[in-house]
């Protein structure tokens, strides 16, 4: 962990030498998810709801998986590179230091510029908490805080599920990006608008329905049932990344160096 | 004229080897469509009064949109052109014997032409055998047909002389992450490829009809289903014509303007 937090340091010292670069990077980054935002504003404007969902609802859902995205882009951006280490032979390198290979790579990029991105969910994040009539708890607030630690877990699962199939294809692959852009677009609405076997898709194999939808029923009280495991269910949903680490640890064993 | 006309033809064979690479864009891009459609499937169930477009149209939108992908997407850019400029390479781009803005242009147009030609058709043809709700639609009448494929061919030369702008501009900023991220987050909310531009509020769709990026995805995919009538998509065509003249006159000069002050290094 000390190891970790010293990469972290030289990589923000580094990144900080171009300044106004990282400033304008940051600022492009904050208009991103700003127009994809502003389209999800202008669409509640013209039809009012989604399917029983209100404005506010959405953005609460919306902000909570953009900020998981963001802070999992920020500090698992090695994994999302990874192909570039295993193609110019540079993890052999980190295979013959004595560390844990997550750490090093992990430690190998930090996306600082993704900061503009994060701002902007916690402004969304704040917009809707301020309109939606809500009857606050401590449970609801730690579920809210579980909700966010969660989705990032899930996230950088995916990177290293991603990451790991580099060892065997060398050359990064397209299609994880269904699950990582494409996860964090469908589950910016609550999951129930969509198709049944998408639903069960996105709650049971990749389990974003365990960080916002179910979780979110609880925190606006539209449960029935059970509140205590509706609560509980970003914790089950984060354990996801544990079989990640797993066929890592897996394709680790298989690496083949490509020599150059 | 035929050197530029060779450019594009070795570009194309280029592009037309990274077929597994296609493939993948294939399936992305009918994940993304699925998506969308299903998100406006649901904002129609319940809506209180009738949208401005009907979900036959819209699906027939977002099915075109997601085929012709590379034909409207601005952040679709050439790495090797911005090495060129950074790097100083540049040098040797002009002593080639012909003008570099054509050259520059023929480049970028056989990228995306190979790249639509291997994702396009696919998508397209499975398109129109998706079970129902998901069926995309044939153009009304033949005229439209035609009239759409002239507004997607015009939007596409439009598109890629906006697109030339980027490039000019890394003469002056060295760094093309900061200009293309600005001009390509713009031109594609205002091309309507976030939200269809007739979902947008009023003084935002007087905004987006002033310029030009609507032209290039929105204005074409609108004239194929028929929302957007046969005598008003030939005015359309018009100030596209009208557009694209302005854009490429502009851009030579600009282009131009930025090599003159080129200072290359040796070494």
Request: aromatic share 18%; charged share 10%.
């Amino acid at each position: 962990m000390k190891l970790y937090f010293k990469y972290l340091l030289i990589l923000f010292k580094s990144q900080m030498q171009y300044r106004t670069s990282f400033w304008l990077l940051s600022f492009g980054q904050f208009f991103i998810p700003f127009t994809v935002f502003a389209g999800l504003y202008f669409l509640f404007e013209r039809f009012g709801q989604i399917k029983g969902w209100d404005f506010f609802e959405v953005a609460l859902c919306f902000a909570v998986i953009h900020m998981a995205f963001a802070t999992s882009e920020c500090f698992a951006r090695g994994y999302d590179a990874f192909s570039g280490l295993v193609v110019n032979g540079e993890f052999d390198r980190v295979l013959v230091r004595p560390r844990s290979t997550v750490v090093q790579v992990l430690g190998s990029k930090f996306e600082f510029t993704r900061f503009g991105r994060i701002l902007q969910s916690v402004m969304v994040l704040c917009w809707a908490l301020m309109n939606l009539s809500i009857e606050w708890s401590v449970v609801k607030a730690i579920t809210l805080c579980l909700m966010i630690i969660s989705g990032v877990l899930i996230f950088t699962g995916i990177y290293i599920v991603a990451a790991t199939m580099c060892f065997w294809t060398i050359q990064g692959i397209e299609v994880i990006n269904i699950f990582t852009d494409g996860g964090r677009e469908i589950a910016q609405y609550p999951l129930n608008i969509y198709q049944k076997w998408i639903t069960k898709f996105f709650t049971y194999v990749i389990p974003f329905g365990t960080v916002n939808y179910l979780p979110l029923m609880y925190i606006l009280g539209r449960t029935e049932g059970n509140d205590i495991l509706h609560m509980l269910t970003p914790l089950i949903g984060s354990l996801f990344i544990l079989p990640c680490l797993l066929v890592w640890h897996f394709g680790v064993r298989h690496y083949r160096s490509t020599g150059s | 004229m035929s050197a530029y006309y060779s450019v594009l033809k070795l570009r194309l064979l280029n592009g037309m080897q990274y077929r597994a690479a296609a493939l993948a864009g294939v399936a992305t891009q009918f994940f993304w469509g699925f998506m969308y459609i299903m998100i406006f499937e649901a904002f129609y169930e319940y809506s209180p009064y009738t949208p401005p477009i009907s979900l036959k149209e819209l699906i027939t939108y977002i099915w075109l949109q997601q085929s012709f992908l590379a034909f409207v997407m601005l952040w679709f850019r050439d790495n090797e052109l911005f090495t060129l400029i950074t790097s100083g390479n540049i040098a040797y781009e002009l002593c080639r014997p012909c003008e570099i803005y054509g050259f520059w242009y023929a480049k970028l147009l056989a990228g995306r032409l190979s790249s639509a030609l291997l994702r396009s058709f696919p998508i397209l043809i499975v398109a129109f055998f998706l079970p129902e709700p998901y069926s995309m639609t044939l153009p009304p009448n033949v005229v439209t047909g035609i009239l759409f494929l002239l507004a997607l061919l015009l939007g596409l030369l439009l598109l890629v002389a906006i697109s030339m702008y980027i490039y000019i501009s890394v003469f002056y900023t060295m760094s093309p992450i900061g200009s293309t991220l600005m001009i390509g987050v713009l031109g594609e909310f205002f091309a309507g490829l976030i939200i269809p531009i007739p979902f947008m509020p009023d003084w935002l769709q007087s905004i987006a009809y002033m310029l030009p990026f609507r032209l290039t995805a929105d204005f074409p995919f609108r004239v194929y289903s028929g929302h957007i009538p046969q005598n008003e998509a030939l005015n359309g065509i018009l100030v596209q014509l009208v557009w694209l003249v302005g854009l490429v006159w502009l851009g030579r000069i600009a282009l131009n303007k930025a090599l003159r002050r080129v200072v290359v290094q040796g070494g």
